[in-house]
């Protein structure tokens, strides 16, 4: 088969060729066994690719990630995101670090209402579940009072996109029997809770640390705030400081 | 939100599987195709005034595309050496010892892969562009920046290659049956 034929056969398969080219095309398929052939062989190599080529999935996390870096510089409003298949990657992890606290966090966390261990389970839950926010969206003007009208305290919820850190939404939990904030934000791939509740804390800054999980606790206006997550300890005490600085 | 920022939301990012599938099969690499179509991603948000009354979808395959370039050149410049038509690739051989149909069944999809993987960049290119997007011939020209012609003429050369890695395949597999 001659060059041109061969370009020919592939415009013919892939429809690009002209109403009257292909009609002539045709005709001289009719007359030519070697080109029939070949056109047999093309089109069985073309279905293969589309069947069987890889269509590679985007990690769901990517298209969080530019939207976090693309609305960055931007004023917010109300915004979606398709969060739960985000998480899911995280939550398999999440099980296997799970299996490894244990109690001890509960030592590190005497004098403490709830216990730190409740406080990191809770964010362990969220992440297996991956029920993270029951209000989705990275408008602050949103999830405060949707947090108060349900929990009768206001916790403060920063937007703090500009500094990295995007609002993913807020939810109920319990600690202790009792309801409790839980404010979600994002740092790439890193999730991480707030959880706020009446009362200051003991301490003036307490922080615990196991296996990969930091958490910074801080009081505010007459509440706790205790900030997890797997993000590394400098960027989470970062972003304790823009949260408890933020007002 | 500014009408970019929602321009951005509504046009580009609908698109950005599409955007990963490419920049994935052009390096070869998850992590590497991240950073791409992230990169890429906000030079789209730069360059989105410039997108009027054009499909979005091949739009953004062409700054993936010479966003991937750029980054090849400045990473991995020597998979760019074999960019001419007339360099051959290595054919992924068969394993030899996959007992059962499935088995070669599931083989035939992986080395099918590797074929492709194996193509150079510039065959490679057209091929996923063609046979996974769908584009017409006159769009891969614009995302890949060459002529019709040469548009052509890749496809063709890329096609004859995976057919014979198939036809390798399936020998392989035919000797696995007369056991």
Do not use: C
Not at chain 1, 35 to 63: C, D, F, W
Not at chain 1, 192 to 210: K, L, M, Y
Not at chain 2, 93 to 117: C, F, G, K, Y
Not at chain 2, 155 to 171: F, M, N
Request: without cysteine.
């Amino acid at each position: 088969m001659n060059r041109d034929d061969e370009l020919r056969l592939h415009a013919y398969l892939d429809g690009e060729l002209g109403a009257t080219e292909a009609v002539d095309f045709e005709r001289r398929l009719a007359e030519d066994a070697e080109l029939r052939k070949g056109l047999v062989e093309l089109r069985a190599i073309g279905e293969r690719i589309r069947n069987q080529a890889r269509y590679h999935e985007a990690p769901s996390h990517l298209r969080t990630r530019i939207l976090a870096r693309t609305r960055r510089a931007e004023p917010r409003r109300r915004e979606r995101f398709v969060l739960w298949p985000a998480l899911a990657g995280i939550a398999a992890a999440t099980v296997v670090l799970a299996a490894w606290f244990g109690p001890a966090l509960i030592q590190q966390a005497v004098g403490w209402q709830p216990p730190l261990q409740e406080v990191l389970d809770a964010h362990l839950r969220a992440n297996l579940g991956t029920h993270w926010v029951d209000v989705v969206s990275s408008d602050r003007h949103t999830v405060k009072p949707w947090l108060s009208a349900h929990l009768g305290f206001s916790p403060n919820v920063p937007d703090l996109s500009e500094q990295g850190f995007t609002l993913i939404g807020g939810r109920l939990d319990v600690l202790d029997a009792k309801p409790v904030a839980a404010l979600v934000y994002q740092r790439r791939q890193h999730m991480i809770s707030v959880f706020v509740w009446p009362g200051e804390p003991a301490v003036a800054s307490p922080s615990a640390q196991r296996r990969g999980y930091h958490m910074i606790g801080w009081g505010a206006n007459g509440l706790t705030y205790w900030a997890v997550s797997d993000l590394n300890e400098n960027e989470l005490r970062d972003f304790a400081r823009l949260l408890s600085s933020a007002t | 939100m500014d009408a970019r920022g929602r321009r951005f939301e509504q046009l580009v990012v609908p698109h950005l599987g599409a955007a990963f599938n490419f920049a994935r099969w052009l390096t070869r690499n998850d992590h590497d195709a991240q950073d791409v179509v992230q990169e890429a991603a906000l030079r789209s948000l730069r360059f989105l005034d410039g997108l009027r009354g054009e499909e979005a979808r091949p739009w953004l395959l062409g700054i993936v595309r010479n966003t991937t370039w750029t980054w090849l050149q400045a990473n991995r410049p020597a998979e760019l050496t074999s960019r001419d038509d007339d360099s051959e690739p290595q054919i992924a051989a068969p394993p030899s010892d996959e007992p059962e149909t499935s088995a070669i069944r599931r083989a035939e999809a992986r080395l099918l892969n590797e074929a492709i993987t194996a193509l150079p960049p510039a065959l490679r290119e057209v091929i996923v562009l063609r046979e996974l997007e769908d584009l017409s011939y006159q769009q891969i020209a614009q995302i890949a920046g060459i002529p019709i012609g040469t548009v052509m003429s890749r496809l063709a050369r890329a096609r004859r290659l995976l057919s014979q890695s198939v036809k390798v395949i399936e020998a392989a597999a035919d000797r696995q049956e007369m056991r």
